[in-house]
């Protein structure tokens, strides 16, 4: 077993014990939706050889099957599921769907760029993503868990948010049949952190403006 196999196993073990905890404790249920994102990533990997058939099916290039496969992952599944079907910047499902739509897209963007340069697999896209909602989510909740010396709920949190995020990204890598071409590579150190925060700027600033104009608009059909 490969080194990345055995430190990928050790995670998931990890995992299942700290959701385990997450569900046995009533303020740790804030997590449910979370943790079923892990068993949203899980039927994709069983079931992924069918699912990549359908994907193919969907008319235009590649870039659009990327679009497509990605906003139903983010925007639809992990925008509801991760949140309890509870709307974080709007009450209204449907306007909070709209309201993050920017920002998935420019997420999305940013990983589409990525993957024209490197070669990465489903997995590991799965983890970049995670370490990045470990940093962005709550506006650094972990991080401000860790410097107020609140070390084990920072990793509980951390651990139960690598799904949320990878398993709304890789998705697009893992039911997308890509062929690699000339000019991609494999990452080294460098790759790995432009595949961190390329993704993550483009997350901020394409969502911000995004919603900026998106809040605009439902609030003169409101009037």
Known sequence: MSLGSRLATMFWVWYCLAAAMCLAFPQGRVFTGAIGMSIFWGLLLKFHKTLQERVERIPGPLGVRFLVVGILTTDVVMENLAINFHGDLHPNLALNSLLWLGGCLAWLAGWWIVSRFYWFEASEVFFIAGIMGMLVEQNGMVA???????WFPAIVSATILVPVYGGAVAP???????????????????GFFVA???PMGTFYAGGALWIAVARAGIARLQL
């Open 144 to 150: 401000k868990l860790l410097v107020s010396g609140q």
């Open 172 to 190: 697009t890598f893992l039911l997308l049949r890509r062929v690699p071409s000339e000019s991609m590579r494999r990452p080294g150190i460098v």
């Open 196 to 198: 961190l925060f390329l």
